[in-house]
């Protein structure tokens, strides 16, 4: 059976599962406790030579980073939410990068320092919380705009660009970014975390975060 090595709070870990949810691929989910180190393990870091999440291992198979991840179960399943065409696959490519060095760059940079630096604990970097801010701010709008055009980022139907973006905004509330403004950003994905793939892993990221921060809390 498919392994999924990951922590709860890392969006990277939790595209992963989306994906092997909606596309219906039964794993067993390792949570690795990447605070305690367990990351950082010789075993650990022969999977990831970096001791980061995710990883899966698949009947010996070992691969990590998340976009390669998912492009692999894609290919796994022969599944339409990463096509064979090649226009419109490139047209995914181009959205998840754009969506992970863009958006996913400046969310980072503000939820770690806003939620994360606190709790390590290490200094919060104000100016790269406030890179993240502006960066949040320049880049969003293209996402809104693409969706003005199609109900999904990249066209007509789900694909693995959306599934990208909707992770990668999972921290925004707790991050206190605001997307309010970008009405079709957050219609679509309202809708997305209504649906079962989302609600298998949680309801609510910001829920998690409370639960493991209360749990550290009465340790």
């Not at 997305?192 to 809390?217: A, H, V, W």
Request: hydrophobic fraction near 35%.
């Amino acid at each position: 059976m498919l392994k999924i090595y990951g922590a709860d709070l890392s969006t990277s870990s939790n595209k992963v599962r989306f994906v092997a949810n909606l596309l219906n691929i039964e794993y067993d989910y390792v949570r690795v406790k990447v605070k305690d180190g367990e990351t950082r393990t010789a075993e650990y870091l022969r999977m990831h030579p970096a001791g980061k999440v995710p990883v899966i291992e698949d009947d010996g198979f070992v691969l990590f980073e998340s976009n390669s991840i998912c492009r692999y179960l894609c290919h796994k399943k022969q599944s339409g939410l990463y096509p064979q065409e090649l226009k419109p696959r490139s047209l995914i490519d181009q959205w998840l990068d754009f969506v992970s060095m863009h958006i996913g760059g400046a969310i980072n940079k503000v939820a770690f320092n806003r939620l994360f630096a606190p709790i390590i604990p290490v200094e919060v970097d104000k100016r790269s919380e406030q890179d993240g801010v502006n960066f949040f701010n320049r880049f969003l709008p293209a996402v809104e705009n693409s969706l003005k055009h199609h109900p999904y980022l990249p066209g007509d139907t789900i694909s693995l660009a959306d599934i990208n973006l909707l992770a990668t905004l999972d921290p925004v509330e707790l991050a206190k970014l605001d997307i309010t403004p970008y009405s079709r950003l957050v219609a679509w994905r309202n809708k997305l975390r209504q649906q079962e793939f989302y609600t298998k892993c949680y309801e609510e990221y910001g829920e998690t975060y409370k639960k493991m921060i209360s749990s550290g809390k009465k340790q």
